[in-house]
């Protein structure tokens, strides 16, 4: 049975939603699923817009069967050669031997490697701004490379203002019936994965999200639809989306608030970070979370330290180090171009207490523009009593840094 949804006139989604896969390129957990989306425009000729993951293949060659009627395919776009978006292409091409793959150089080169049989003379390679007819559709194309593969290219129609957005503008989350932006409570239900997934995904690539929105600035009147490769159709608010987007990119919090991340074994780091968090509310700060670094899947505190402006780092030492998965916490904030946030440090130990040391060195020498607080607090073993004032001051130091 077909499930597809009509994006505007002749243009239908044909994607596929996925709640099997646990976690999406091996290693970011997506328990509410996640869609692979495909597009065919359906006007004088007939065009796929990018296929599907293997997982979505038999789902997404029913729907484009059913929305064809009958037709030939004449030509497939290919804006992203990443598996979970072109590995059905080859089951698309061996139905429909006549299409003409529409790629960029880079994205042809790629086929080869993963061992796509494409055909010379179907493939047509386009450059960046060129416009191509097809049928009664003008289609044109702008590269954004590292966006999130040095391929990746967008395009849009020109005809019906759709843009096919590839990973750009993509979520987490399965659509679950639904498809378009105003047909869900964003805010509540989607913003977060959203943010979970571009900030995992190509967090690390900000000035290259940044250079392709200012290159769509000149065609951004033309677009009405953009329909990414993953999760919603967006057909109003563009605004909204880009203002997340250029926080995200621009490494600047979307909030003013505090995420205190703890590293603990026995559970007295872990009473600090609390004990922090009280104080904190207890002088009338505002969002404030806890989150044990050792059981929550880092993509969700890469995502939080995208959002707020204040981070508490609290870690116990482990063999004169970082405790291994604070730093590795670290590594990755690092690996994603974490930068401008402010940071305080908590840190314990036994007999030798090196964790506040080392976090603040690999703060300030291995990350960008990180501002680390000067009040320490340091534990032996476990906070005493008398350590009280330590405490507050240094939620009134987060306090202070806070304004403005
Ligand atoms: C394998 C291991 C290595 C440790 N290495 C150090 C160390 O190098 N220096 C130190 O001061 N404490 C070290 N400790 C002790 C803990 O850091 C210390 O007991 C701390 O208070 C534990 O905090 P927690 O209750 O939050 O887990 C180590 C503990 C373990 C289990």
Avoid at 160 to 187: I, M, P, Q, R, T
Wanted: charged letters at 25%.
């Amino acid at each position: 049975m077909h499930v597809v949804r009509e994006v505007t006139d002749q243009l239908t989604w044909i994607g596929a939603n996925d709640h099997r896969l646990t976690l999406f390129e091996n290693i970011h957990p997506i328990p509410e699923g996640v869609s692979y989306n495909s597009y065919v425009l359906t006007g004088e000729k007939t065009v796929l817009f990018d296929t599907v993951d293997w997982d979505a293949c038999r789902q997404m060659l029913e729907n484009l069967e059913y929305v064809l009627d009958g037709r030939d395919l004449d030509y497939i776009v290919v804006n992203h050669w990443e598996p979970d978006h072109a590995a059905s292409l080859q089951e698309v091409i061996t139905k429909y031997p006549n299409a003409q793959i529409i790629g960029n150089t880079k994205g042809f080169q790629l086929a080869e490697q993963f061992g796509f049989q494409i055909d010379e003379d179907k493939k047509i390679v386009v450059n960046e701004g060129d416009v191509i007819d097809v049928g009664d559709h003008k289609l044109t194309f702008l590269f954004m490379p590292m966006v999130h593969w040095p391929e990746a290219m967008v395009t849009l129609d020109l005809t019906n203002g759709a843009l096919f957005s590839a990973d750009a503008f993509g979520s987490f989350k399965a659509l679950d019936g639904k498809l378009f932006n105003d047909e869900v409570n964003y805010d509540r239900d989607w913003l977060d994965e959203n943010r979970r997934y571009l900030t995992n995904i190509v967090g690390k690539y900000g000035p290259h999200i940044r250079k392709i929105l200012k290159k769509a600035e000149p065609v951004l009147d033309q677009i009405k639809f953009i329909c990414p490769l993953h999760g919603l159709v967006w057909r109003n608010d563009f605004g909204y989306l880009l203002d997340k987007y250029n926080h995200w990119a621009s490494y600047e919090p979307e909030e003013k608030g505090v995420t205190i991340v703890y590293a603990s074994m026995y559970g007295n780091t872990e009473q600090a970070a609390q004990a922090l968090a009280a104080k904190l509310c207890e002088l009338g700060v505002e969002n404030v979370d806890v989150f044990d670094v050792s059981n929550t899947h880092v993509s969700y505190l890469i995502a939080e330290v995208f959002k707020k402006s204040h981070l508490v780092l609290a870690s116990c030492t482990y063999n004169l180090g970082i405790f291994p998965v604070m730093l590795s916490f670290l590594e990755d904030m690092k690996a994603l171009n974490v930068q401008n946030r402010t940071v305080a440090v908590i840190e314990n130990g036994s007999w030798a207490i090196r964790s506040g040391d080392l976090i603040s060195e690999f703060l300030d020498e291995q990350m960008k523009t990180m501002t680390v607080l000067n009040d320490r607090l340091t534990i032996a073993s476990r906070l005493k009593d008398g350590q009280e004032e330590e405490l507050d001051g240094l939620a009134l130091s987060i306090k202070e840094s806070m304004r403005g």
